[in-house]
């Protein structure tokens, strides 16, 4: 907290509220006593304005375009680091010595099955079901199936809950996938590092074994990392808001996955891999396309376009078109749909309409091109994300159970409805609350 006050005038009189300054200079005040003191309380529509918590976990910097993890800028960790090690960073806080990344890696390996009971959860949805569908009830699930482990406040049952939690959602994601396909599922082999683990659960079957190739395993691990977090985006805010009310882990991360599921959040890379289809499907008229976006009579987006902080590049973004190119060049693919990608990215950038909007490439406009190269079905993409997603779930969650200083989440509401009205009997209503004259 800084000595400094911001003086707010309302109505002729002038109220005070203390400063709060973040470590990168960032800047708030606080409100917490102005509706007691002035009667009023604030308007902020979709919380552009609105911090609610202080978070030691992730800065990024949207002018600028900058995303670090506790720290450390995300371009190092994408070239130096792995999804595991990433992981334990976000959660615990620092980079893990040989001995606490040995432990966090063998504890997730020894835990990554599923129990046999919990795996009939799987039959019991329809085949044609959304992977995000099944993973948000299955992992709601596993708080039924781990009643030892539920109590937010006590921190060894919050780590193996961690520790579940990382270990399971890999093996979930590969069950809703092999169930959706009618195949045998594959347990997990702990002999395996995490991602190829992951790997040989989805695509190997037992008639014939199954061998993924170290570009693969690194593009994997390089998109589960930028994706690792993002401060307090929409599932981030959902899953601190579920726990606020001390609710379990399992539930909190559960609604977290369905946040994740809408297409103007993680959806958004499965809603890019098929818009793109529908360009090439077209004809590859880019134009066109451009066009509808900026057509205010016309719904269309361009999806993987425009971020609500990222306003000049998002970092990730960068990341991953390099990567794109790295990966298809190694695996010897040529895929039209990178090419309609870079012809839209190119079209829109010297486009006045997303010049002035401040729309750039986000994280998820090239992530499904390397996910199709490495053979991801198109309705997995999202379910790929909330893998990478979670441990900073997990981050925030715990961030938040333990300051000790978290209210229950409860925003206000401006009421725009009827004033005080009398019930009418039925006989004299005649539909839309009109009464009868
Ligand atoms: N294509 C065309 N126009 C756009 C786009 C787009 N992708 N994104 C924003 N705009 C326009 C809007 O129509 C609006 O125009 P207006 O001021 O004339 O009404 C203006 O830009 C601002 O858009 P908002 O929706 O108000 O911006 P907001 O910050 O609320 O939304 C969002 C950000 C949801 C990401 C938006 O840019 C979008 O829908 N993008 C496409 C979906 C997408 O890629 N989502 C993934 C985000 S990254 C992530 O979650 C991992």
Redo the contacts with the bound molecule.
Sequence with gaps: MSNKNVKVEIEGKAWEFPVIEGSEKEKAFDIGKLRDQTGYITMDN?F?NTSTCKSAITFLDGEKGILQYRGIPIEQLAEKSTFLEVSYLLIYGHLPTQPELDKFTDDIRYHTMLREDMVKLFDGFPRDAHPMAVLGAAVCAMSTFYQDSLDPASPEQVNISITRLMAKLPTIAAYAYKTSIAQPRVYPRNDLDYCANFLNMMFSVPAEPYKCSPEVVEALNLLLILHAD?EQ??STSTVRMIGSSAANLFASVSGGICALWG????G?NQ??MEMLQAIHKDGGNVGKYVAL??D?NSD?????????VYKNF?PRATVIKKACDKVLAKMGLNNPLLDIAKQLEAAALKDQ??ID?K?YP????YSGIIYSALNIPVNMFTGM?AIGRLPGWIAHWKEMNESGTTKIGRPRQVYTGPTKTNYTPIRERVGAGKKVA
């Design positions: 979709g552009a993002h985006n929409c297409p103007l959040h993680g958004a809603a890019v976006a900026k205010k269309f987006r361009l999806m993987g376009f425009g971020h609500r998002d309409y997303f909007k729309l986000n994280v998820d406009f994300f």
